[in-house]
Protein backbone atom coordinates (compact mmCIF):
# COMPACT_ATOMS: atom_id res chain seq x y z
CA UNK A 1 0.00 0.00 0.00
CA UNK A 2 1.58 3.69 -1.30
CA UNK A 3 0.32 6.06 1.17
CA UNK A 4 -0.98 9.36 -0.55
CA UNK A 5 0.72 12.70 -0.05
CA UNK A 6 -1.01 15.84 -0.61
CA UNK A 7 0.66 19.05 -1.67
CA UNK A 8 0.50 21.97 0.62
CA UNK A 9 0.86 25.11 -0.60
CA UNK A 10 4.10 27.43 -0.69
CA UNK A 11 4.69 28.57 2.73
CA UNK A 12 7.60 30.68 4.59
CA UNK A 13 8.95 28.80 7.42
CA UNK A 14 11.46 30.48 9.87
CA UNK A 15 13.27 28.24 12.55
CA UNK A 16 14.33 30.43 15.01
CA UNK A 17 17.22 28.74 17.11
CA UNK A 18 18.12 27.15 12.81
CA UNK A 19 21.54 26.24 13.88
CA UNK A 20 20.21 24.62 17.50
CA UNK A 21 20.66 20.92 18.21
CA UNK A 22 16.76 20.46 18.00
CA UNK A 23 16.38 21.64 14.49
CA UNK A 24 19.42 20.43 13.09
CA UNK A 25 18.65 16.57 14.34
CA UNK A 26 14.73 16.75 13.81
CA UNK A 27 12.88 19.43 12.32
CA UNK A 28 15.25 20.14 9.54
CA UNK A 29 15.71 16.39 8.39
CA UNK A 30 11.81 15.96 8.99
CA UNK A 31 11.10 18.78 6.53
CA UNK A 32 13.94 17.03 3.79
CA UNK A 33 12.07 13.82 4.31
CA UNK A 34 8.65 15.29 3.67
CA UNK A 35 10.14 17.04 0.73
CA UNK A 36 11.61 13.97 -0.47
CA UNK A 37 8.15 12.74 -0.24
CA UNK A 38 6.42 15.27 -2.39
CA UNK A 39 4.44 17.08 -0.09
CA UNK A 40 5.60 20.79 -0.43
CA UNK A 41 6.50 21.97 -3.78
CA UNK A 42 8.44 25.29 -5.25
CA UNK A 43 7.94 28.48 -4.22
CA UNK A 44 8.01 27.02 0.16
CA UNK A 45 11.11 28.53 1.66
CA UNK A 46 12.73 27.88 5.22
CA UNK A 47 14.76 30.40 6.96
CA UNK A 48 17.07 29.51 10.05
CA UNK A 49 17.37 32.61 12.35
CA UNK A 50 19.65 32.48 14.77
CA UNK A 51 22.33 34.60 16.47
CA UNK A 52 25.30 32.98 14.66
CA UNK A 53 26.61 34.83 12.03
CA UNK A 54 26.74 32.52 8.80
CA UNK A 55 25.59 33.60 5.12
CA UNK A 56 22.66 31.30 3.47
CA UNK A 57 25.82 29.02 2.16
CA UNK A 58 27.22 29.40 5.08
CA UNK A 59 23.95 27.38 6.90
CA UNK A 60 23.55 24.92 4.00
CA UNK A 61 26.99 23.71 4.51
CA UNK A 62 26.24 23.27 8.00
CA UNK A 63 22.44 22.07 7.25
CA UNK A 64 24.14 19.31 4.38
CA UNK A 65 26.31 17.80 7.14
CA UNK A 66 23.71 17.19 10.17
CA UNK A 67 21.17 15.78 7.17
CA UNK A 68 23.86 13.61 5.95
CA UNK A 69 23.64 11.98 10.09
CA UNK A 70 19.88 12.50 10.72
CA UNK A 71 18.88 12.10 6.96
CA UNK A 72 21.16 9.76 5.67
CA UNK A 73 18.83 7.48 3.42
CA UNK A 74 17.08 10.47 1.55
CA UNK A 75 20.63 12.05 1.47
CA UNK A 76 21.75 9.15 -1.33
CA UNK A 77 19.66 11.51 -3.75
CA UNK A 78 22.23 14.22 -4.05
CA UNK A 79 20.14 15.93 -6.49
CA UNK A 80 17.42 15.74 -4.10
CA UNK A 81 19.77 17.68 -1.08
CA UNK A 82 21.16 19.75 -3.10
CA UNK A 83 17.59 21.26 -4.35
CA UNK A 84 15.64 21.30 -0.83
CA UNK A 85 18.99 23.33 0.42
CA UNK A 86 18.37 25.62 -2.62
CA UNK A 87 15.07 26.31 -0.63
CA UNK A 88 17.00 27.14 2.54
CA UNK A 89 18.06 30.55 3.53
CA UNK A 90 19.38 32.40 6.48
CA UNK A 91 19.05 35.19 8.53
CA UNK A 92 21.40 36.36 11.72
CA UNK A 93 18.80 37.92 14.13
CA UNK A 94 19.09 38.55 17.89
CA UNK A 95 15.70 37.03 19.82
CA UNK A 96 16.33 39.99 22.48
CA UNK A 97 17.04 42.75 20.03
CA UNK A 98 16.09 44.60 17.23
CA UNK A 99 19.21 43.37 15.36
CA UNK A 100 18.27 41.60 12.36
CA UNK A 101 14.86 41.95 12.40
CA UNK A 102 14.79 44.07 9.17
CA UNK A 103 16.14 41.43 6.92
CA UNK A 104 14.26 38.55 7.94
CA UNK A 105 11.00 40.95 7.43
CA UNK A 106 12.24 41.69 3.71
CA UNK A 107 12.26 37.93 3.04
CA UNK A 108 8.61 36.66 3.89
CA UNK A 109 6.39 36.95 1.23
CA UNK A 110 2.77 37.70 1.66
CA UNK A 111 -0.39 35.81 1.24
CA UNK A 112 1.26 32.76 2.26
CA UNK A 113 1.55 30.34 5.51
CA UNK A 114 3.74 31.94 7.63
CA UNK A 115 4.94 29.83 10.47
CA UNK A 116 7.36 30.86 13.07
CA UNK A 117 9.05 27.89 14.93
CA UNK A 118 10.69 28.97 18.39
CA UNK A 119 13.39 26.47 18.92
CA UNK A 120 14.80 28.27 20.91
CA UNK A 121 15.26 28.09 24.70
CA UNK A 122 11.97 28.95 26.72
CA UNK A 123 13.33 32.08 28.09
CA UNK A 124 13.18 33.84 24.63
CA UNK A 125 9.82 32.90 23.63
CA UNK A 126 8.28 35.98 25.01
CA UNK A 127 10.90 38.23 23.73
CA UNK A 128 10.31 36.81 19.64
CA UNK A 129 6.66 37.06 20.51
CA UNK A 130 6.42 40.47 21.11
CA UNK A 131 9.28 41.22 18.29
CA UNK A 132 7.24 39.54 15.62
CA UNK A 133 4.43 41.34 16.04
CA UNK A 134 6.88 44.49 16.35
CA UNK A 135 7.70 44.08 13.25
CA UNK A 136 4.74 43.80 11.78
CA UNK A 137 5.18 40.44 10.50
CA UNK A 138 1.87 38.93 11.95
CA UNK A 139 -0.90 38.42 8.96
CA UNK A 140 -3.97 35.99 9.74
CA UNK A 141 -1.75 32.55 7.79
CA UNK A 142 0.83 33.18 10.54
CA UNK A 143 1.52 30.28 13.46
CA UNK A 144 3.95 29.85 16.06
CA UNK A 145 5.46 26.30 17.30
CA UNK A 146 6.46 25.98 20.79
CA UNK A 147 8.31 23.51 21.86
CA UNK A 148 8.77 21.91 25.25
CA UNK A 149 8.86 23.03 28.47
CA UNK A 150 5.91 24.79 28.46
CA UNK A 151 6.93 26.36 31.94
CA UNK A 152 7.74 24.58 34.85
CA UNK A 153 5.19 24.94 37.13
CA UNK A 154 1.42 26.14 36.95
CA UNK A 155 2.52 29.87 37.84
CA UNK A 156 5.07 30.07 35.04
CA UNK A 157 3.37 28.12 32.49
CA UNK A 158 -0.01 30.16 33.14
CA UNK A 159 2.50 33.52 32.62
CA UNK A 160 3.94 32.19 29.40
CA UNK A 161 0.39 31.18 28.03
CA UNK A 162 -0.40 34.99 28.91
CA UNK A 163 2.57 36.38 27.09
CA UNK A 164 1.72 34.39 23.69
CA UNK A 165 -1.94 35.39 24.12
CA UNK A 166 -0.71 39.22 23.97
CA UNK A 167 0.36 38.43 20.41
CA UNK A 168 -1.36 35.84 19.01
CA UNK A 169 -4.34 33.84 18.80
CA UNK A 170 -4.70 30.55 20.65
CA UNK A 171 -5.50 28.85 17.10
CA UNK A 172 -2.36 30.27 16.20
CA UNK A 173 -0.35 28.71 18.98
CA UNK A 174 1.32 25.28 17.75
CA UNK A 175 2.51 23.91 21.27
CA UNK A 176 4.56 20.86 20.16
CA UNK A 177 4.29 17.22 22.29
CA UNK A 178 6.18 14.81 19.60
CA UNK A 179 4.72 11.60 21.67
CA UNK A 180 1.33 12.90 19.74
CA UNK A 181 3.35 12.99 16.32
CA UNK A 182 4.26 9.45 16.48
CA UNK A 183 2.32 7.07 13.84
CA UNK A 184 1.70 4.68 16.86
CA UNK A 185 -0.02 7.30 18.75
CA UNK A 186 -2.96 7.84 15.80
CA UNK A 187 -3.08 4.05 15.22
CA UNK A 188 -4.22 4.11 18.78
CA UNK A 189 -7.24 6.88 18.30
CA UNK A 190 -7.75 4.80 15.27
CA UNK A 191 -8.04 1.68 16.44
CA UNK A 192 -10.28 2.84 19.30
CA UNK A 193 -12.57 4.71 17.60
CA UNK A 194 -12.46 2.85 14.37
CA UNK A 195 -13.41 -0.42 14.98
CA UNK A 196 -16.66 -1.82 17.31
CA UNK A 197 -14.08 -4.45 18.57
CA UNK A 198 -12.60 -2.45 21.57
CA UNK A 199 -15.03 0.65 22.30
CA UNK A 200 -17.32 -1.74 24.07
CA UNK A 201 -14.40 -3.35 26.55
CA UNK A 202 -12.63 0.10 26.87
CA UNK A 203 -13.81 0.48 30.64
CA UNK A 204 -13.72 -0.70 34.07
CA UNK A 205 -15.22 -3.16 33.90
CA UNK A 206 -13.07 -5.19 30.85
CA UNK A 207 -10.19 -3.31 31.97
CA UNK A 208 -8.17 -4.50 34.88
CA UNK A 209 -5.54 -1.74 34.87
CA UNK A 210 -3.53 0.27 32.03
CA UNK A 211 0.55 0.43 32.63
CA UNK A 212 1.77 2.92 30.42
CA UNK A 213 6.08 2.94 30.29
CA UNK A 214 8.29 5.11 28.75
CA UNK A 215 11.52 3.67 29.56
CA UNK A 216 14.43 5.35 28.08
CA UNK A 217 18.29 3.71 27.93
CA UNK A 218 20.15 7.06 27.75
CA UNK A 219 21.12 8.92 30.53
CA UNK A 220 20.74 12.93 30.64
CA UNK A 221 24.08 14.11 28.77
CA UNK A 222 24.24 17.60 27.65
CA UNK A 223 21.26 18.33 29.04
CA UNK A 224 22.57 18.58 32.82
CA UNK A 225 21.79 21.84 34.12
CA UNK A 226 18.24 21.57 32.73
CA UNK A 227 17.27 18.34 33.87
CA UNK A 228 18.59 18.96 37.68
CA UNK A 229 16.08 21.46 37.47
CA UNK A 230 13.39 19.33 35.89
CA UNK A 231 13.54 15.66 36.51
CA UNK A 232 11.41 13.06 35.28
CA UNK A 233 8.22 14.34 36.41
CA UNK A 234 8.62 17.96 35.04
CA UNK A 235 10.51 15.97 31.64
CA UNK A 236 8.19 13.23 31.02
CA UNK A 237 5.61 12.89 32.67
CA UNK A 238 3.56 16.06 33.09
CA UNK A 239 3.63 16.19 29.03
CA UNK A 240 4.16 12.91 27.49
CA UNK A 241 3.10 10.41 29.47
CA UNK A 242 -0.10 12.63 30.42
CA UNK A 243 -0.87 12.68 26.97
CA UNK A 244 -0.45 9.04 25.80
CA UNK A 245 -2.93 8.26 29.56
CA UNK A 246 -5.64 11.07 27.86
CA UNK A 247 -5.62 9.31 24.08
CA UNK A 248 -6.34 6.23 25.98
CA UNK A 249 -8.86 7.61 28.83
CA UNK A 250 -10.51 10.35 26.83
CA UNK A 251 -14.69 9.55 25.88
CA UNK A 252 -14.58 9.60 21.91
CA UNK A 253 -14.78 12.75 20.53
CA UNK A 254 -17.61 13.92 18.07
CA UNK A 255 -15.16 14.76 15.50
CA UNK A 256 -11.41 14.24 14.80
CA UNK A 257 -11.26 18.14 14.76
CA UNK A 258 -8.95 20.34 17.15
CA UNK A 259 -11.05 21.04 19.91
CA UNK A 260 -12.94 18.39 20.16
CA UNK A 261 -10.17 15.87 20.44
CA UNK A 262 -8.60 18.19 22.60
CA UNK A 263 -11.91 19.12 24.82
CA UNK A 264 -12.06 15.37 25.73
CA UNK A 265 -8.52 15.25 26.66
CA UNK A 266 -8.82 18.06 29.07
CA UNK A 267 -11.79 16.42 30.69
CA UNK A 268 -9.48 13.51 31.36
CA UNK A 269 -7.03 15.56 32.70
CA UNK A 270 -9.25 17.38 35.28
CA UNK A 271 -10.66 13.89 35.94
CA UNK A 272 -7.47 12.72 37.80
CA UNK A 273 -7.36 12.39 41.38
CA UNK A 274 -4.55 13.77 43.33
CA UNK A 275 -1.86 10.90 43.72
CA UNK A 276 -1.49 9.78 46.99
CA UNK A 277 2.15 9.86 48.29
CA UNK A 278 2.20 5.74 48.64
CA UNK A 279 1.54 5.73 45.48
CA UNK A 280 4.46 7.12 43.69
CA UNK A 281 8.33 6.56 43.61
CA UNK A 282 11.06 8.36 42.70
CA UNK A 283 14.08 6.69 41.80
CA UNK A 284 17.69 8.05 40.72
CA UNK A 285 20.08 6.10 39.16
CA UNK A 286 23.37 4.89 40.13
CA UNK A 287 26.50 3.82 38.12
CA UNK A 288 30.43 3.14 38.85
CA UNK A 289 31.36 7.15 38.54
CA UNK A 290 28.86 7.53 36.34
CA UNK A 291 26.08 7.46 38.71
CA UNK A 292 22.83 10.55 38.59
CA UNK A 293 24.94 12.89 40.98
CA UNK A 294 28.09 12.83 39.64
CA UNK A 295 26.90 13.29 35.99
CA UNK A 296 24.79 16.71 37.06
CA UNK A 297 28.00 17.14 38.72
CA UNK A 298 25.43 17.89 42.37
CA UNK A 299 26.25 15.20 45.25
CA UNK A 300 23.52 16.32 47.07
CA UNK A 301 20.91 16.01 44.17
CA UNK A 302 17.70 14.94 44.98
CA UNK A 303 15.52 15.36 41.22
CA UNK A 304 14.29 11.94 40.39
CA UNK A 305 15.93 10.18 37.17
CA UNK A 306 12.95 7.70 37.25
CA UNK A 307 9.05 8.26 38.59
CA UNK A 308 6.23 5.42 38.75
CA UNK A 309 2.85 6.47 40.21
CA UNK A 310 -0.43 5.00 40.18
CA UNK A 311 -3.31 7.09 39.21
CA UNK A 312 -7.02 7.01 39.29
CA UNK A 313 -9.35 8.83 37.02
CA UNK A 314 -12.78 9.71 38.60
CA UNK A 315 -15.28 9.21 35.90
CA UNK A 316 -17.83 6.59 35.37
CA UNK A 317 -16.08 5.22 32.70
CA UNK A 318 -13.11 4.13 34.55
CA UNK A 319 -13.68 4.42 38.30
CA UNK A 320 -11.77 1.62 39.86
CA UNK A 321 -9.26 0.61 36.83
CA UNK A 322 -5.81 2.19 37.92
CA UNK A 323 -3.40 3.51 35.57
CA UNK A 324 -0.08 3.05 36.41
CA UNK A 325 2.81 5.00 34.49
CA UNK A 326 6.56 4.89 35.07
CA UNK A 327 9.14 6.22 33.09
CA UNK A 328 13.00 6.79 34.00
CA UNK A 329 16.67 6.96 32.10
CA UNK A 330 19.25 4.81 31.90
CA UNK A 331 17.18 1.81 32.07
CA UNK A 332 17.87 -1.54 30.28
CA UNK A 333 16.42 -0.57 27.35
CA UNK A 334 14.41 2.09 25.04
CA UNK A 335 11.22 1.12 25.01
CA UNK A 336 7.56 2.82 24.75
CA UNK A 337 4.65 1.03 25.29
CA UNK A 338 1.04 1.07 26.93
CA UNK A 339 -0.47 -2.06 27.78
CA UNK A 340 -3.92 -2.48 28.42
CA UNK A 341 -4.31 -5.10 30.61
CA UNK A 342 -8.01 -6.71 30.41
CA UNK A 343 -9.71 -8.92 33.30
CA UNK A 344 -9.37 -12.67 33.77
CA UNK A 345 -12.30 -14.41 31.91
CA UNK A 346 -15.06 -14.50 34.80
CA UNK A 347 -15.17 -18.29 34.83
CA UNK A 348 -13.09 -21.15 33.33
CA UNK A 349 -14.72 -23.87 31.73
CA UNK A 350 -11.64 -25.74 30.92
CA UNK A 351 -10.55 -26.19 34.75
CA UNK A 352 -7.79 -25.00 37.40
CA UNK A 353 -4.84 -26.85 35.18
CA UNK A 354 -5.42 -25.02 32.18
CA UNK A 355 -4.39 -21.60 34.05
CA UNK A 356 -6.07 -18.20 33.91
CA UNK A 357 -5.13 -15.76 30.74
CA UNK A 358 -6.37 -12.38 30.17
CA UNK A 359 -6.16 -10.29 27.00
CA UNK A 360 -3.22 -7.86 26.35
CA UNK A 361 -3.63 -4.85 23.94
CA UNK A 362 -0.09 -3.70 23.58
CA UNK A 363 0.64 -0.37 21.97
CA UNK A 364 3.90 -0.02 21.33
CA UNK A 365 5.40 3.59 20.61
CA UNK A 366 9.18 2.77 19.96
CA UNK A 367 11.07 0.96 18.55
CA UNK A 368 9.32 -1.34 16.16
CA UNK A 369 5.95 0.41 16.35
CA UNK A 370 2.80 -1.79 16.46
CA UNK A 371 -0.04 -2.92 18.01
CA UNK A 372 -0.32 -6.25 19.49
CA UNK A 373 -3.10 -8.53 20.78
CA UNK A 374 -2.61 -11.32 23.40
CA UNK A 375 -5.04 -13.66 23.21
CA UNK A 376 -5.57 -17.44 24.35
CA UNK A 377 -5.30 -20.21 22.22
CA UNK A 378 -5.38 -24.52 22.85
CA UNK A 379 -2.22 -25.62 22.94
CA UNK A 380 -1.42 -27.58 20.25
CA UNK A 381 -1.51 -31.37 20.21
CA UNK A 382 -3.42 -34.48 22.21
CA UNK A 383 -4.05 -34.48 25.62
CA UNK A 384 -5.81 -32.06 28.11
CA UNK A 385 -7.38 -28.32 27.32
CA UNK A 386 -4.39 -26.21 28.08
CA UNK A 387 -4.48 -22.80 26.66
CA UNK A 388 -1.61 -20.66 25.60
CA UNK A 389 -1.12 -16.92 24.84
CA UNK A 390 -0.68 -15.92 21.58
CA UNK A 391 0.30 -12.38 19.62
CA UNK A 392 -2.06 -11.31 16.92
CA UNK A 393 0.41 -8.88 15.59
CA UNK A 394 -0.43 -5.80 13.48
CA UNK A 395 3.12 -4.61 12.81
CA UNK A 396 3.26 -1.78 10.41
CA UNK A 397 5.81 -3.44 8.02
CA UNK A 398 3.70 -6.58 7.96
CA UNK A 399 0.16 -5.14 7.32
CA UNK A 400 0.67 -2.28 5.11
CA UNK A 401 4.03 -3.20 3.12
CA UNK A 402 7.73 -3.22 3.45
CA UNK A 403 7.54 0.91 2.10
CA UNK A 404 5.86 1.32 5.52
CA UNK A 405 8.49 -0.46 7.44
CA UNK A 406 10.27 2.95 8.55
CA UNK A 407 6.98 4.95 9.93
CA UNK A 408 7.70 9.51 9.58
CA UNK A 409 9.36 10.59 12.18
CA UNK A 410 6.66 12.51 14.67
CA UNK A 411 8.55 15.73 13.51
CA UNK A 412 7.35 15.24 10.20
CA UNK A 413 3.95 14.85 10.81
CA UNK A 414 3.52 17.88 13.25
CA UNK A 415 5.30 20.28 10.83
CA UNK A 416 3.43 19.72 7.98
CA UNK A 417 0.37 19.59 10.10
CA UNK A 418 1.31 23.56 11.08
CA UNK A 419 1.83 24.12 7.29
CA UNK A 420 -1.75 22.68 6.81
CA UNK A 421 -3.40 24.71 9.88
CA UNK A 422 -4.58 21.24 12.39
CA UNK A 423 -4.14 21.77 15.50
CA UNK A 424 -5.53 18.12 16.59
CA UNK A 425 -1.87 16.80 17.59
CA UNK A 426 -0.89 19.95 19.35
CA UNK A 427 -1.51 20.86 23.22
CA UNK A 428 -4.29 23.82 23.79
CA UNK A 429 -3.03 26.28 26.77
CA UNK A 430 -5.42 24.94 29.05
CA UNK A 431 -4.38 21.51 28.99
CA UNK A 432 -1.08 22.37 29.40
CA UNK A 433 -2.54 24.54 32.86
CA UNK A 434 -4.55 20.99 33.89
CA UNK A 435 -1.39 18.82 33.65
CA UNK A 436 0.59 21.18 35.87
CA UNK A 437 -2.36 21.70 38.56
CA UNK A 438 -2.24 18.38 38.82
CA UNK A 439 1.37 17.46 38.83
CA UNK A 440 2.16 21.16 40.81
CA UNK A 441 1.20 19.27 43.92
CA UNK A 442 3.03 16.53 44.09
CA UNK A 443 6.20 17.73 43.51
CA UNK A 444 5.03 20.13 46.31
CA UNK A 445 4.60 17.24 48.42
CA UNK A 446 8.19 15.46 47.51
CA UNK A 447 9.78 19.02 49.15
CA UNK A 448 7.80 19.29 52.17
CA UNK A 449 8.50 16.06 53.13
CA UNK A 450 12.15 16.21 52.13
CA UNK A 451 11.90 13.02 49.66
CA UNK A 452 14.90 11.38 48.38
CA UNK A 453 14.63 9.28 45.37
CA UNK A 454 15.31 5.59 45.88
CA UNK A 455 18.56 4.71 44.41
CA UNK A 456 18.63 2.46 40.97
CA UNK A 457 20.89 0.63 39.03
CA UNK A 458 21.87 1.69 35.35
CA UNK A 459 20.79 -0.70 33.34
CA UNK A 460 17.92 -2.10 35.64
CA UNK A 461 14.51 -1.73 35.36
CA UNK A 462 14.19 1.04 37.62
CA UNK A 463 14.27 0.52 41.95
CA UNK A 464 12.47 -2.32 43.60
CA UNK A 465 9.63 -0.23 45.32
CA UNK A 466 8.33 0.58 41.68
CA UNK A 467 7.87 -3.36 41.61
CA UNK A 468 6.03 -3.37 45.04
CA UNK A 469 3.58 -0.61 43.75
CA UNK A 470 2.18 -3.31 41.66
CA UNK A 471 2.87 -6.47 44.02
CA UNK A 472 1.10 -4.61 46.66
CA UNK A 473 -2.03 -4.89 44.12
CA UNK A 474 -1.50 -8.02 42.97
CA UNK A 475 -0.27 -7.07 39.73
CA UNK A 476 3.02 -6.55 37.94
CA UNK A 477 4.68 -4.34 35.69
CA UNK A 478 4.96 -6.13 31.82
CA UNK A 479 8.68 -6.66 30.81
CA UNK A 480 10.71 -3.56 29.28
CA UNK A 481 11.64 -4.99 25.83
CA UNK A 482 13.43 -3.63 23.37
P1 LIG B 1 20.40 24.65 21.38
O1 LIG B 1 21.05 25.33 22.52
O2 LIG B 1 21.12 23.56 20.67
O3 LIG B 1 20.01 25.74 20.29
C1 LIG B 1 19.52 27.00 20.63
C2 LIG B 1 19.42 27.86 19.40
O4 LIG B 1 18.93 29.14 19.81
C3 LIG B 1 20.75 28.13 18.68
O5 LIG B 1 20.50 28.11 17.30
C4 LIG B 1 21.11 29.53 19.12
O6 LIG B 1 21.90 30.24 18.17
C5 LIG B 1 19.75 30.15 19.23
N1 LIG B 1 19.75 31.33 20.12
C6 LIG B 1 20.13 31.39 21.41
N2 LIG B 1 19.97 32.66 21.87
C7 LIG B 1 19.49 33.39 20.85
C8 LIG B 1 19.13 34.76 20.68
N3 LIG B 1 19.22 35.63 21.67
N4 LIG B 1 18.64 35.14 19.49
C9 LIG B 1 18.51 34.27 18.46
N5 LIG B 1 18.84 32.97 18.56
C10 LIG B 1 19.33 32.54 19.72
O7 LIG B 1 18.98 24.15 21.94
P2 LIG B 1 18.08 22.95 21.37
O8 LIG B 1 18.51 21.68 22.02
O9 LIG B 1 18.02 23.01 19.90
O10 LIG B 1 16.66 23.28 22.01
C11 LIG B 1 15.82 24.32 21.52
C12 LIG B 1 14.48 24.24 22.25
O11 LIG B 1 13.84 22.99 21.98
C13 LIG B 1 14.59 24.33 23.77
O12 LIG B 1 13.44 24.98 24.27
C14 LIG B 1 14.56 22.87 24.20
O13 LIG B 1 14.07 22.71 25.50
C15 LIG B 1 13.58 22.30 23.20
N6 LIG B 1 13.73 20.87 22.96
C16 LIG B 1 14.91 20.36 22.51
C17 LIG B 1 15.00 19.01 22.27
C18 LIG B 1 16.27 18.40 21.72
O14 LIG B 1 16.27 17.20 21.47
N7 LIG B 1 17.32 19.18 21.50
C19 LIG B 1 13.90 18.16 22.50
C20 LIG B 1 12.71 18.72 22.95
C21 LIG B 1 12.63 20.08 23.18
Known amino acids: MVSRVIPVDPFDLVIFGGTGDLAQRKILPALFRRFCAGQWVDGAQIIGAARTGYDSNGFRDVVRESLKTHAAKQCQDVSALESFLRRLD ?135 EYYDRAGAMRDMMQNHLMQLLCLIAMEPPAK ?60 WRWAGTPFYLRTGKRLVARSSVINVMFKDAPHSIFGADAGRHANVLSIRLQPNEGITLKV ?21 AEALGP ?65 LLMKRDGRRWQGINP
Do not use: C
Open 90 to 224: YVALDGVSDEGWGHLARRLKPGRVRAFYFSVGPRLFGPLAERIEAHGLITPLTRIVVEKPFGHDLDSAQALNATLAAHFTENQIYRIDHYLGKETVQNLMAVRFGNMLFEPLWNSQYVDHIQITVAESVGIDGRE
Open 403 to 467: ENQDPPDAYERLVMDVIRGNQTLFMRGDEVEAAWAWTDPIIAGWQARGDVPKPYDSGSTGPGDAE
Open 256 to 315: FDPDAVRDEKLKVIRALDPVEPHHIVRGQFEGEGSGYRQVVGNERSTTESYVALKAHVSN
Open 376 to 396: TIKEPGPGGMRLVDVPLDMSF
